[in-house]
């Protein structure tokens, strides 16, 4: 197993009606979200956002703008590394070309998620943390990754109360 880098890139893709191009984790940790990865040896974050869409979903990245990101203390189904638990996060949004050809190891579900729909998704993930939907249950139907809130409340893709973002947060760790 690789030794984790502490380097996290996030990419949303939104097509012309608003819906975010997301998908259910097939690996850990559980919850639907967009395509995100290490930076590892892909160079800088923006070679490895073009890596993580095309590897993730088979599309050809056309554009990056940077939206948000920062440190996060979430965990890695990797070993961890000197620095500890936790990632640096670049997060993207981009536009794409081709055909859609989701990588079967690394995503199940994949689907372009309304806003309405998004927020629903962010709702399950608090009642998670509220301890009101099992593990079980989240995995079998996950919400949104919790380390994902925060960035979709960053860039207003989802609304969330500043107290339910710390209890999500707490998810992370």
């Given at each position: 197993?690789?030794?984790?880098?502490?380097?996290?890139?996030?990419?949303?893709?939104?097509?012309?009606?608003?819906?975010?191009?997301?998908?259910?984790?097939?690996?850990?940790?559980?919850?639907?979200?967009p395509a995100a990865g290490h930076v590892d040896e892909?160079?800088?974050?923006?070679?490895a956002a073009r890596a993580e869409v095309e590897e993730e979903l088979g599309l050809t990245v056309t554009g990056l703008t940077h939206v948000t990101g920062g440190w996060r203390d979430n965990r890695c189904r990797r070993f961890s590394s000197a620095r500890g638990t936790g990632h640096g996060w670049a997060v993207y949004r981009a536009t794409?070309?081709?055909d859609l050809t989701p990588s079967a190891r690394e995503t199940k579900n994949v689907r372009w998620i309304a806003?309405?729909?998004?927020?629903?998704?962010?709702?399950?993930?608090?009642?998670?943390?509220?301890?009101?939907?099992t593990d079980a249950e989240f995995e079998a139907a996950p919400g949104i990754e919790p380390v994902w809130m925060q960035w979709l409340a960053n860039i207003a893709a989802i609304h969330i109360s500043p107290d339910d973002l710390l209890l999500v947060d707490q998810l992370t760790k």
């Open positions: 197993m690789k030794t984790c880098d502490n380097t996290s890139v996030g990419i949303v893709i939104t097509d012309h009606q608003g819906r975010c191009l997301m998908f259910d984790r097939a690996t850990f940790p559980p919850g639907t979200a892909h160079g800088t974050a923006e070679d794409v070309t081709g806003p309405e729909a998004l927020q629903e998704l962010a709702d399950r993930t608090v009642a998670y943390a509220r301890g009101r939907i």
